[in-house]
């Protein structure tokens, strides 16, 4: 409040509204110090206690998500002495996998759960788009 008092008495500046994050402390002194005057929220702080709710259930998901994929090492090792190119093929996938679980976005804006989700079924169609032609090399 300090800070808000010290800015209506030194400058000759007419305050028509305040934007914060929406602390009880911060609205606590724009309530006291400028208590005719509006006050937001921030747009990104806004959605992202809308989005709450949202957020805990994508996180949740992603949570479950990667359970389904546990044991990428074990699979890696046990292909160490197949032939060497499909164990490349493997790794790869392997790594893709890897590579989308460490993937999280940026919260509140990007869902990683969902994402997620998406990149595991286009490994997955990319599997079997490979095993089709592993198995049936000639159309």
Same mark, same amino acid.
């Given at each position: 409040m300090a800070l808000l008092l010290e800015v209506i008495n030194t400058?000759?500046?007419p305050i028509d509204g305040v934007v914060s994050?929406? %602390? %009880?402390?911060?609205?606590?002194?724009?309530r006291v110090a400028?208590?005719?005057?509006?006050?937001?929220l921030c747009h990104y702080h806004y959605l992202k206690e809308a989005i709450k709710p949202i957020y805990e259930a994508d996180?949740?998901?992603?949570k479950e998500l990667k359970k389904k994929v546990r044991g990428l090492r074990d699979i890696e090792r046990s292909v160490a002495n197949?032939?060497?190119?499909?164990?490349?093929?493997?790794?790869? !996938?392997?790594s893709a996998v890897r590579s989308s679980i460490t993937n999280d976005g940026h919260p509140p804006l990007e869902a990683s759960g969902l994402k997620l %989700?998406?990149?595991?079924t286009l490994i997955e169609q990319?599997?079997?788009?490979?095993?089709?032609?592993?198995? !049936?090399?000639?159309p």
């Open positions: 400058l000759d500046v994050d929406g %602390q %009880q402390s911060i609205r606590k002194a724009v400028l208590p005719k005057v509006a006050h937001g996180r949740h998901a992603k197949e032939d060497k190119d499909l164990a490349t093929i493997i790794e790869d !996938y392997c %989700q998406e990149n595991f990319s599997l079997g788009r490979m095993e089709k032609k592993v198995l !049936y090399p000639h």
